[in-house]
C-alpha cells in the first residue's frame, strides 16, 4: 500500500512539477495572433454554411426559422478570434473513389479532404511531374458534398454518385455540371454510408454502411428521405464494418469487402431516449477481412453465397471492389499492404490472389478505389496516401509500372492523408501530436 | 507535411472510425476506442507500422459497445471511455487486457449521461469532466472520480449562454483545473435521417427541431474552469475566421509551451494556438 502510495505521489508530482512556464505573459501576447473578424485568409468561402456538412456529420434539415438570434460569444469572454501558430493543411485534393465511364471516356473521382468531385478525361494522366488538368470540378457548400467517399457512375442518365460518409447521404450530379452547384438530387442514406453500386439490370443502387454492418438497396432515381427496397443485415450475412461493393450484373450477384469490425448498432443520438428495457447483449469482435458475394436479390438476415477470407488471401483493409466480368475477376484495393489483388469471381475460401500488382514500381501507395475500363483495355487506382491516380494494363501483374499517372498535386507533394480528423493527443515525450483518422 | 509516424493496417485492429485518443506520459502509451469492434485498444507510445495493441479490451463482461472518447489516469492507473450507445463511461484498471468487466460505471437517468462524445479526468482535483448530448442536456457534465452508478453530476455546465451544442472531445489542465472543449458547430448536431435501416418519422424531426436553438455558425475552442455550474459562458475562446476553424472535433493540450491543438474536421487540417494565458492560473480566475 505505502508503495501505492508513493507511487501516484511521485506520478502526482511529476504531472505538476515545472509544467507552467510563462514563455510570455498574457499581456505580451503578440498582437499579430488576434486577427480581425475579417474573412480573407480563411481557407474556405461560407464558413457558416460548410459547417454543417464537413466535418462532424450532417444530418437532415428540416428547415424552419432560427429560434435563437444575435451574437455569441458575450463581450468579456477572453481569447476571441486568434491566429493559429503553426498550421498542418494539405490544400491539393485527396483521390478516394475512382470510376469510369468507358464509353463516354470520362474518369471521375471523390475528394475526401476538401470535398469535390472532379473528373478527367478518360486518357489523363501522363508521366510528367506536374499536376493534371481537371475537367470538371464539383465543389462548395451547395453542393452538400461534406466527408466524402465512394462513387459510381451511371452511364444510362448521365449521373455521378458520391457518398457522404459523415452524414449527408448520396448526391447526385449530371456529367457536366462542375463549380460550387447543387446537386440534381440527394437520398438521405443511414449513417457511415460508405460506397455506391448501380444496376442497370436491376434497376437499384446499393449502398454499404459501415456501422449498420449492411448493405440498404434503392431504387434508382431515389431521392430525399424514399426509403430503402430492402436490406442485407444480421448475424448470418457475416458483413462485418463493409466498404467497397459492385453489382455483378452479368451474374446478378453482390460483391462487398469487408474491414471485419462488428459491434452492435443500437440508437445512439442524442435525440433517442435513455433506453430502460433489458436488452441482449452481443460484445464487439474482431473478424478476418473478407469479400463477402450475396445473391443480388437477397434481403434481411441471408448467407452470402461465397466467401473470401484467410491468410492466404492477404486481405488487409479492403477498400473498393470491382468486378471484371469479362476477365471473370473480383479486383480489391487493399489499403493495408498498398497492393491491389485479383481473385477469380468464383473463388471461396482462404484463396491466393490469381495475380497481384504490388511493389515500388507500381506507385500505389494506400488504394482506396479500383475501377476498369473496359474499351482502352486499363485498370484505374485511387491513391488515398498520395496525391495520383495510378493506371496499368488491365492485366497487369506483380511490381508493373503505370502506363499514366493522373496527379492532383505536383510530384513529390506529401499528402497529408487526414480526413474527417476528430480527436488528438500530445505526446509529450516525442514533442508529438497524435491523431486517429 | 506527411506524418512522422503511421500506425495502420489489419494487425493494428484500428480502423476508420476512431473518435478518441489518449497519451498516458508516465507509462507512455497510446490509448485508442474502437468504435465499431466495442474495443480498447493500447499501444506502445512508439508504436509504427503495422504493429498490435499490446492490450485489447474487448468482450460480454466489459459492456462496451461503442466507444468513442477515452482518457488516462496515470496516477490512479485508470482508463476512463465514455460509450455513445451504452449511454456510460466505464473505469477500467489501466493494465486490463481480454475480458474484463469495468472498476465502475456512470449510467443512469440521474448522471444526464447520454451521448458521451468526451472525457477526460482531473488527477489532482479527483474529477472527471463528460461531454454529453441528449435533448434535454447538452453540456460538460463534472463527477467525482470515484463515482460509481447511477449519480448526479457535480456540475452541470448547460444552456444557452454556454453556446454548448456540437461539441466532441474534452482536455482537461489538471495545472490550472481548467476544462478545454472542441466544439464543431454553434448547431446542435441534426438528427440522423435514419434508425437503424428505417428512415425516422417527420415527428421525430419536429421533436429535433424544438430541441434546438436554431443557432448555426462554426465551431470553437472553449475554456471553462472545472468547478463552473449553470447557464454560463465560457472563460475564454477561440473562434472566427481568422481562427480557421470550421469543425474542430479534437482538442489536445501542451501548457508547458501554452499551446493549444484543434484538430479540424471542416478543414482536414490541424491548428496550434499560442495562448499561454489559457494555462496561467492566476488569469481567468475569476468572472
Known sequence: ?437 | MKPERVIEGQGTYLSRTMHGIAHDEVNDEISIPVALSGAILVFRGGASGEEPPIRVIQGSRTRLIRPQTIAVDPVHDEILVGDTTARAIFVFDRMANGDVAPKRALFGEKTRLLDVVGVAVDPVRNMIVAASRSAATIGLLTFNRTDSGDVAPRTVIAGPKTGLAHFRQVAVDPGTGRIFLAQQSMREKLLEPYRLDRPRTPAEFEEAREASTGRTGPGFIGVWNIDDNGDVPPRALIQGPASRLIAPGGVALNPKRGEVYAVDGGSSAYYTYLVPQFFNPQWLGSR
Open chain 1, 1 to 437: 500500500m505505502r508503495t501505492r502510495l508513493l507511487l501516484m505521489g511521485v506520478a502526482a508530482a511529476w504531472l505538476l512539477a515545472d509544467r507552467w512556464e510563462p514563455p510570455i505573459t498574457a499581456d505580451s501576447l503578440p498582437l499579430a495572433l488576434v486577427g480581425s473578424r475579417e474573412p480573407t485568409i480563411c481557407l474556405m468561402p461560407n464558413r457558416n454554411e460548410y459547417a454543417q456538412v464537413r466535418g462532424g456529420g450532417a444530418g437532415h434539415d428540416i428547415g424552419g426559422e432560427p429560434r435563437t438570434t444575435g451574437e455569441w460569444a458575450p463581450a468579456d469572454v477572453h481569447g476571441g478570434d486568434v491566429m493559429p501558430a503553426r498550421t498542418v493543411f494539405d490544400p491539393y485534393p485527396t483521390f478516394d473513389g475512382v470510376a469510369v465511364d468507358s464509353e463516354a471516356g470520362r474518369t471521375f473521382f471523390t475528394d475526401s479532404s476538401l470535398s469535390s468531385v472532379l473528373s478527367y478525361p478518360a486518357t489523363a494522366g501522363a508521366n510528367s511531374r506536374e499536376t493534371t488538368e481537371h475537367e470538371t470540378r464539383v465543389m462548395g457548400p451547395d453542393t452538400g458534398i461534406g466527408f466524402v467517399a465512394g462513387m459510381d457512375v451511371d452511364p444510362q442518365r448521365r449521373e455521378v454518385y458520391a457518398v457522404n460518409n459523415d452524414g449527408g447521404g448520396v448526391v447526385v450530379f449530371g456529367y457536366d455540371q462542375t463549380g460550387p452547384v447543387r446537386p440534381v438530387r440527394q437520398l438521405e442514406t443511414p449513417h457511415q454510408s460508405w460506397d455506391v453500386s448501380i444496376s442497370a439490370r436491376r434497376n437499384e443502387v446499393a449502398i454499404s454502411v459501415q456501422q449498420l454492418s449492411g448493405i440498404v438497396i434503392y431504387r434508382r432515381g431515389a431521392s430525399d428521405m424514399q426509403p430503402p427496397l430492402r436490406s442485407i443485415r444480421g448475424y448470418s450475412t457475416g458483413l462485418a464494418d463493409p466498404h467497397g461493393l459492385d453489382f455483378d450484373d452479368s451474374r446478378n450477384e453482390l460483391v462487398v469487402a469487408n474491414h471485419g469490425n462488428w459491434t452492435e448498432l443500437r440508437p445512439y443520438s442524442p435525440y433517442d431516449r435513455l433506453s430502460h428495457e433489458p436488452q441482449s447483449y452481443q460484445p464487439g469482435r474482431f473478424e478476418p477481412p473478407s469479400i463477402k458475394v450475396f445473391d443480388a436479390s437477397a434481403g434481411g438476415d441471408v448467407r452470402p453465397l461465397r466467401s473470401i477470407a484467410g491468410a492466404r488471401t492477404g486481405l488487409n483493409w479492403p477498400m473498393g471492389v470491382e468486378v471484371d466480368a469479362s476477365r471473370d475477376e473480383i479486383i480489391v484495393a487493399n489499403y493495408g499492404d498498398s497492393s491491389v489483388r485479383v481473385f477469380r469471381r468464383s473463388a471461396s475460401g482462404d484463396v491466393e490472389p490469381v495475380r497481384m500488382i504490388k511493389g515500388d514500381r507500381t506507385q500505389i501507395v494506400g488504394p482506396v478505389d479500383v475501377t476498369v475500363d473496359p474499351t482502352r483495355d486499363e485498370l484505374w487506382v485511387a491513391n488515398y496516401a498520395d496525391h495520383s491516380a495510378v493506371v496499368f494494363d488491365r492485366d497487369a501483374s506483380g511490381n508493373a509500372t503505370p502506363k499514366r499517372i493522373v496527379r492532383n498535386a505536383p510530384e513529390g507533394t506529401p499528402a497529408l492523408a487526414f480526413t474527417n480528423a476528430s480527436a488528438a493527443a500530445y505526446d509529450s515525450k516525442r514533442d508529438a501530436l497524435i491523431v486517429p483518422n
